[in-house]
């Protein structure tokens, strides 16, 4: 039921480009992004709503496909200081329940 | 003291301790949750609070009982725990009531926990 993060892993040099999936098999309202690194608490990134919005914060956007039920967070010319754990926190309608994703361990070198 | 805090960072306990978790939020949130994260497993949703009433239980064991006096703080009650609690315990806050899906949470550091 928690929705599957694609890929698990991805090791990218300083500049690189990538792309995190996020899918559901439930319909939902809306999808969160976080950033943990290690031996630290989860920082939030952004929030995505129902409807194919598209949101950035600099060089890290995300988009939402209600029809697909996936979320995508792309990281375009990535710095070192995007090593971590990326989650996806996703909500279903009418429910106070978050269900995070399995996480995708994200490491740039120099 | 900003953000949100949690005590203590560690704890190590036998089978048949009591301890409790704390956390307290200084962000003026009306929100509160605990989540457990074990080792190379997703975050896992366990309560949550919205005005001081419990509106989410996600099926957690009984041994785990949370409390939440006020909006600020929430504590976790821990009784009679197995090895496989051994975990991360998160707490996390957010401005308004978590349905909807519009309130980012802010999350403290963590207590690590292990139970022998």
């Known amino acids: ?110 | 003291e900003t953000g949100v805090t949690q005590t203590p960072r560690h704890l190590v306990m036998g089978m048949t301790n009591k301890k409790s978790l704390k956390c307290e939020q200084h962000l003026g949130h009306n929100a509160m949750y605990w989540y457990k994260q074990s080792a190379k497993k997703p975050l896992e949703l366990m309560f949550v609070y919205s005005l001081e009433e419990r509106v989410e239980n996600n099926s957690v064991p009984s041994r785990f009982s949370p409390e939440c006096p006020n909006s600020s703080h929430l504590f976790l009650h821990l009784h009679t725990l197995q090895p496989e609690d051994s975990a991360l315990y998160l707490c996390a806050s957010s401005q308004g009531a978590p349905a909807g899906g519009l309130n980012e949470q802010f999350f403290g550091p963590g207590t690590r926990l292990t139970v022998l």
């Open chain 1, 1 to 110: 039921q928690q929705p599957v993060q694609s890929p698990q892993a991805v090791i990218l040099r300083e500049g690189e480009d990538a792309v995190i999936n996020c899918s559901s098999s439930k319909a939902l309202y809306s999808v969160h992004w976080y950033r943990q690194k290690h031996g630290e608490a989860p920082v939030f990134l952004m929030i995505l709503l129902k409807g194919g919005e598209q949101k950035g914060h600099e060089k890290i956007s995300a988009s939402f496909n209600e029809k697909k039920q996936q979320s995508s967070l792309y990281l375009t010319a990535s710095q070192l200081s995007y090593s971590g754990t990326y989650f996806c926190g996703t909500e279903r309608s009418g429910t106070y329940k978050y269900i995070f994703g399995t996480g995708t361990r994200l490491k740039v070198l120099a």
